[in-house]
């Protein structure tokens, strides 16, 4: 079985096409670059124009005719409006015209489940550090339910939003990572763990308020936001009994996040797992397999019925192929 999958819940549109046994035959997306905060409806503008050059090239590469596809799956939500409906109109039409069905899939979660297929985690706690999203979340009694989230704004949006006000480019965070290591002093910044949640903006109010080198800044945010999730994470392992990390999101491609998260994890006597940067950050293909594994369980949705959801939740969604 041959299956499309079409992410755009935000800066990210793409097309991938995978197989059921879980091979990724193709996985191309763009990433519409903003320079002053976000604008959902260039976003969306830009995803427009993209998507049927994207289609054309993921099949292209996948080496697929649109006869043999059996399936076809998009990203239904969480995300920003106009470009969940970019992506949802793309993929009900692909879905019409090749008369095959449609499967709507959650983003977060789909995080999760490519993460299950590129590495040797099985049943991970997910900690998904992107933009827009910051959550824990693992497998318990049929669901994937969020252990710990952020209150306000992602952590990457944070980074972002800092690097901006510092003049640095677009995406802020590996300019942060690389600033950081020239740093030497902690600033002491606010450290918002709220239960198992977790704040940001206080933080970048605070750093934006010190009149310090920028490197110990980078530093400190680094040290104190990745501290907050990696102690959260940990406690979701001890709470859920499970033994392996996963992450996911663009953010975790930061080494010194992944280094705190190893010695927790080894600490623990547990294992972490980081997919390769193209499945870590948002990419098509953990749409297409995810859409893969909810079919194989028995669902698939009408065209009439297939409403993107902004505020898609995690814990939403019945998990019938675990
Ligand atoms: P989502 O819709 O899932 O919230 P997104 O559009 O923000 O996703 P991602 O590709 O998952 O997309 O993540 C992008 C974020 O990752 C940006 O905020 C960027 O600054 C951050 N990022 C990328 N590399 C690093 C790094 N090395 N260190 C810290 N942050 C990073
Ligand atoms: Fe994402």
Same mark, same amino acid.
């Given at each position: ?5 079409? =992410?755009?819940?935000?800066?990210? %549109? ?13 996985? %191309? ?8 905060? &976000? #604008?959902?409806?260039?976003?969306? @503008? ?22 043999? %596809? ?7 939500? !969480? ?21 095959? !069905? ?6 977060? &979660?789909? #995080?999760?489940? &490519?993460?299950?297929?590129?590495? =040797?985690?099985? @049943? ?28 306000? %704004?992602?952590?990457? @949006? ?8 510092? *003049? ?5 965070? !590996? ?9 030497? =002093? ?10 198992? /949640? ?12 010190? =009149?310090?080198?920028?490197? /110990? ?43 705190? &998260? ?10 972490? #797992? ?7 950050? /948002? ?14 369980? *028995?669902?698939?949705? !009408? ?20």
């Amino acid at each position: 079985m041959k299956v499309i999958g079409i =992410e755009g819940t935000a800066h990210t %549109i793409g097309v991938s096409v995978v197989s059921s046994d879980g091979e990724v035959f193709s996985n %191309i997306f763009k990433t519409y670059k903003e320079k002053e905060g &976000i #604008h959902p409806r260039e976003a969306a @503008n830009h995803h427009a124009s993209e998507i049927v050059p994207l289609l054309k090239r993921a099949m292209e590469e996948a080496g697929v005719k649109g006869e043999e %596809i059996d399936l076809v799956a998009f990203s239904q939500g !969480p995300g920003l409006g106009p470009c969940l409906r970019t992506a949802a109109t793309a993929a009900r039409s692909l879905s019409l015209s090749l008369e095959v !069905p449609l499967v709507g899939v959650n983003h977060c &979660i789909a #995080h999760l489940e &490519i993460g299950r297929l590129r590495t =040797e985690a099985e @049943n991970p706690v997910l900690l998904y550090v992107s933009g827009g999203n910051t959550q824990v979340i693992a497998f318990k009694k049929g669901r994937y339910r969020v252990f710990g989230e952020t209150l306000d %704004i992602g952590l990457g @949006n944070m980074l972002d939003k800092f690097g901006r006000e510092k *003049g640095m480019s677009f995406p802020a965070g !590996p300019v942060i990572e690389e600033k950081a290591k020239e740093g030497e =002093e902690l600033v002491e910044l606010p450290y918002s763990v709220k239960g198992m /949640d977790v704040e940001f903006s206080g933080i970048m109010t605070s750093a934006l308020n010190k =009149e310090v080198l920028v490197e /110990d800044l980078c530093y400190s945010l680094q040290e104190t936001t990745f501290a907050m999730l990696t102690e959260v994470t940990e406690r979701a392992l001890a709470h859920t009994r499970k033994d392996e990390v996963l992450l996911g999101g663009g953010v975790v491609q930061n080494k010194r996040l992944q280094e705190m &998260i190893a010695k927790m994890t080894e600490e623990r006597g547990a294992s972490y #797992h980081v997919p390769e940067a193209e499945f870590c950050v /948002d990419n098509p293909a953990m749409i297409a397999w995810t859409g893969y594994l909810m079919y194989d369980s *028995g669902i698939s949705i !009408p065209v009439e019925e297939s409403n993107i959801k902004q505020k898609f939740r995690t814990d939403e969604v019945e998990v019938t192929w675990r």
